[in-house]
């Protein structure tokens, strides 16, 4: 079995509030991530904070995908692991529509060990893209359904 996986850490800027300090909708944004990606969801965990912020876990088994959230601050960091050949952005552009972001930064980290990472064909290092701290990415607005 390969080691290959690809892990997105990224941090979301500018966004609503209110879906921030919503368990609830937490809950559905992450689950909706990972279900947009292709990953299969075996459990979860999330905690909302008092008075505000929550924290939480998809388990997927490909991986995970966690969140932890400030919303009087109008922010969210969020990681997506994924192995198997996922795609993790999708996820990343999903959430941002979902949390309202009007910024966001990623890193996309390629993870394995260096013979797994060699020799495969899908995932090559010219597809990782980093993106500083000086640097913000404007989200943009996509429909839904270009998702």
């Known amino acids: 079995m390969k080691t290959i996986a690809r892990h997105l850490i990224a941090e979301y800027y500018g966004c609503d509030r209110t879906v921030l300090d919503d368990e609830a909708a937490i809950r559905r944004h992450l689950r909706a991530a990972a279900e ?3 990953a299969t969801v075996k459990g979860e965990a999330f905690h909302r904070y008092s008075p505000e ?3 939480g876990v ?6 995970h995908l966690s ?3 400030w919303p009087t601050r109008g922010y969210a960091a969020i990681d ?4 198997g050949g996922l795609d993790p952005r999708p996820g990343f552009a999903l959430l941002a529509k979902a949390f309202g972001a009007t910024t966001a930064r990623v890193e996309e980290v390629l993870r394995g ?3 797994d990472l060699a020799e495969h064909e899908v995932i090559l290092p010219a597809d990782i893209k980093r993106v500083t701290d000086s640097e913000e990415i404007p989200i943009p607005r996509p429909k839904i359904d270009d998702l």
């Open 58 to 63: 998809v388990l997927i088994a490909e991986s």
């Open 53 to 55: 912020g929550v924290s």
């Open 113 to 115: 060990l260096p013979e």
């Open 67 to 69: 969140i932890h959230t």
């Open 36 to 38: 947009h990606i292709g």
């Open 80 to 83: 997506i692991f994924t192995c």
